[in-house]
């Protein structure tokens, strides 16, 4: 039985290639006479491509991400956020005088590429109620119509790991002032009424540098950390030192989104233009890529994987783990990599099923030559259910980060073809 077991796995050379040979062990000694034996196989051909995501839902994300930046790899990306507004007061004292009004961003930390560069923020007013068309989600394919008119601009280099620190942008003295006025004579004097007066805004970077891409903290109450538009006043007759009122407009979560752009002319990923559209690693000198915030994704297909079942009338995946190495050279300290990637189960029109799992980082710092920086993933139950099946799953995993909704961080991965950084998926396979 165990020669005849050698055999049947040597004649499956259509889903494993003959770089290696093949093993089999027996289970202990109590196992000496028995039809038990453990295949441990490490050379499936793995077919590896690059996709795009029809769409990503970037409302209610908790993050403005704003910014342009020019990658080799992935093209030009940009982030443009959209925010709609509600005011937090509506009686303002008779002898209430105003003052100014200004766009204040909050820092929360993030940052994508060159923060030593100078970037430009415009603000304008959007023409219509920020809201989905249909369902509860905006996309980062979405946009609204807004007025040419510049309310506010601001041209700066920034601070983005001083959480503490904040832009403030100024606005068109009049629009602050007609607000204001609106409030101050009860002509607005609910969400309602200010948001048919005044649909929301939208901030955009400039398209023609090279700088970063960074993300602000808001929530929709009031706080010190929070981002917002805000009005300053003073009260006639106030005798307090600290003369100084002001009204936040803050951001509604559900209606704040990002509209990100990725222009791909000139790279090897300039024909992704459909969601059903996988371009081969062949094509693309043998990496897959994967980048949050465009959808940008890798996909990892086995196969002739549901072949293991013919390897014995009877078995079962004792272990099954996917391993793969980032490109070397493609990080370092300003772009570093991620300690966990999240692998989902994608259908054959790269349609998202389910979250797999987190594939983890192993990095060792002493290592010069970037051997054994790679990431590693249990596929074990994903290998059981391909195999258990009653019809062909014709499934494939998707790399991708697990905050790409708010994020363009980027990874370039190595393919199964030949190389010392190849991807390889090891199985360990029970038959009795």
Partial sequence: MRNSFILLCVGFITFISCNDDLKTYPVGEDFVDS???VAVIDTFSLKCGTFMLDSIATSNSGR?????????????IT?????????????????ARYDSIGFVLNYDTYYYGDTTAAQTYKIHR???????????SLYNTTSFPYDEEILGEITFTPKPNKESDSLYIPLNYSLGEDIFNKLKNNDINNFDDFEQYFNGVTIVPDTTTNSHILGFLF?????????SMRIYYTISDDDNEDNDYFIDFNIVPEQQFNHIESERSNTVLEGLDTYETTISSDLTNNLIYAQGGTGISARVEIPYLENLNKLAENGTVLDGKLLFYPLKGSYNDDYPLKESLTVYVVDHKNRIIKELGQA?????????????TYYTIDLSLYIEEILNATYTLNYALMLQFSD???TVDRILIEDGNAGDFKMKLFVSYLTY
Avoid: A, H, M, W
């Avoid at 403005?64 to 030009?76: E, K, T």
């Avoid at 929530?219 to 981002?227: A, E, G, L």
């Avoid at 983890?360 to 054994?372: A, I, M, P």
């Fill in 79 to 95: 982030s443009q956020s959209y925010l709609r507004l509600q005011n937090t007061l509506f009686d303002i004292d008779p002898d």
């Fill in 126 to 136: 959007v023409r219509r109620i920020i809201e989905p068309s249909e369902g509860l």
């Fill in 404 to 406: 790409y909704k708010n």
């Fill in 64 to 76: 403005i991400l704003l910014g342009s930046i020019v990658d080799g790899d992935f093209g030009r």
């Fill in 35 to 37: 039809n038990i034996s």
């Fill in 360 to 372: 983890f980082l192993t990095n060792d710092e002493n290592n010069e030559f970037d051997e054994k």
């Fill in 219 to 227: 929530s929709n109450y009031t706080s010190n950390r929070n981002s």
